[in-house]
């Protein structure tokens, strides 16, 4: 029934990812002059927050 619903919170950890990528990538070329741990910490959270999501639907 959540099967579809399911697969689009995983699409969701994957672009997660990419954004995470980009910080990165933007960290590391210095395109960016401010620090950019607490976006690294969203992430964290948001992951944290999409694979509970994800286990408790799958229950």
């Known amino acids: 029934m959540f099967g579809n619903f399911v697969q689009f919170l995983y699409i969701s950890l994957g672009s997660l990812a990419e954004l995470e990528t980009q910080l990165i990538i933007c960290e590391r070329l210095e395109?960016?002059?401010?620090?950019?741990?607490?976006h690294y910490d969203d992430c964290d959270?948001?992951?944290r927050m999409l694979q509970s999501l994800i286990r408790y639907i799958k229950q």
């Open 31 to 38: 395109f960016c002059g401010e620090d950019l741990s607490h």
């Open 45 to 47: 959270r948001i992951r």
